[in-house]
């Protein structure tokens, strides 16, 4: 199938500790490869995306992903959270056809 | 760039009701999808179009639901008759599909509550 596998659907962790958001990805799917967040009653905004190069990704908030072939897996990290990363984190690729298809999604609940 | 810009932001229709929603994508854009995003299904790609022509329809729900693109600026989203389950956030994004530039970007969604 083509899919993209969000494997927490929510993650709640203390201010300043370190996170990691799982996304793995089915091997049908392209290897463009994104982050969006979602804060509360506000659209999609992209994070981060892989599209070829390095395979590590950096957004300007602090968060990096890895892309991970073998492992078929994209998983968004930050070393020390704030309040405000509080927020949905979704998982995004495109399938062959074009079709831009999320994961499930990732509540990161950040706690004082 | 204003970005994707959608309306109504918000839309509160009794069941029965026909329901438009609209979508501008962002200028020189030439692909445009609509998503549904609910508690319970997350996010659900709906339809989306290339070059104003619709590539994939197979996320709509019921023949209850239409899209159109009849230019590049402008698409609506349509459901007829309305029915409560419809209730849902829906969202519009854009890309310019080729040369590199992959992200879509998304407008601030219409919150439909149908009752």
């Known amino acids: 199938a083509q899919s993209v596998t969000q494997l927490d659907s929510q993650v709640p962790v203390f201010e300043e500790a370190p996170v990691e958001l799982r996304c793995n990805y089915s091997?049908?799917?392209?290897?463009?490869l994104f982050w969006y967040v979602q804060y509360p009653n506000q659209g999609l905004q992209l994070l981060l995306k892989y599209l070829s190069g390095s395979t590590l990704v950096e957004s300007i908030n602090g968060f990096e992903a890895e892309f991970n072939k073998s492992q078929t897996s994209f998983h968004l990290r930050k070393p020390s959270v704030h309040i405000s990363d509080t927020a949905e984190y979704f998982c995004a690729a495109y399938n062959q056809g074009g079709k831009l298809i999320f994961g499930q999604g990732t509540e990161l609940s950040v706690k004082p | 760039d204003a970005g994707v810009i959608q309306s109504p932001r918000h839309e509160v229709t009794e069941m029965g009701q026909e329901v438009t929603l609209r979508c501008k994508p962002i200028s020189g854009h030439n692909s445009l999808f609509w998503y549904r995003q609910t508690m319970m299904r997350g996010l659900e790609l709906l339809i989306y179009?290339?070059?104003?022509?619709?590539?994939?329809d197979s996320g709509m729900p019921e023949d209850r639901f239409s899209a159109k693109m009849p230019n590049a600026s402008f698409s609506t989203l349509k459901i007829q008759p309305s029915e409560p389950r419809d209730s849902a956030v829906y969202f519009c994004a854009s890309r310019l599909q080729g040369g590199g530039n992959t992200e879509a970007f998304f407008g601030q969604g219409t919150r439909l509550t149908v009752v």
């Open positions: 091997s049908s799917v392209s290897v463009y």
């Open positions: 179009f290339n070059n104003n022509v619709p590539i994939d």
